[in-house]
């Protein structure tokens, strides 16, 4: 079993950055993928990034703003976001994949465990 924890999410104005925290606890997490999602309401959960081993995976629409890191010491994957706007206000989620998901790193159901999210409001 692997818990996940988000924090860090809160409310800034456009332009502003926040970084989020996913922390981990259970077997062997850092040996697996992990990514953040984010869901606003009435919308679909979108993939945001992903790191799997040494490799980065960032959607289009936050390439350039957003930065995936993780410290295996602290079992601890983190999102920093910088340059925020309106359309980023979501709720992240963090989400660990439990085996070889390279080949479907952006898609949700690819992930075995979730965190509950943590709110982030950017206003404009």
């Known amino acids: 079993q692997v818990q996940l924890g988000e924090s860090g999410g809160g409310l800034v104005q456009a332009g502003g950055s926040l970084r989020l925290s996913c922390a981990a606890s259970g077997r062997a997490f850092n040996m697996y993928p992990v990514g953040w999602f984010r869901q606003a309401p009435g919308k679909e959960r979108e993939f945001v990034t992903a790191v799997s081993g040494s490799r980065t995976y960032y959607a289009d629409s936050v390439k350039g703003r957003f930065t995936i890191s993780r410290d295996n010491a602290k079992n601890a994957v983190y999102l920093q976001m910088n340059s925020l706007n309106p359309e980023d206000t979501a709720v992240y989620h963090c989400?660990?994949?439990?085996?070889?998901?390279?080949?479907?790193?952006?898609?949700?159901?690819?992930?075995?465990?979730w965190g509950q999210g943590t709110q982030v409001t950017v206003s404009s």
């Open positions: 989400a660990a994949c439990m085996g070889d998901c390279s080949a479907t790193i952006s898609v949700p159901t690819t992930y075995r465990y």
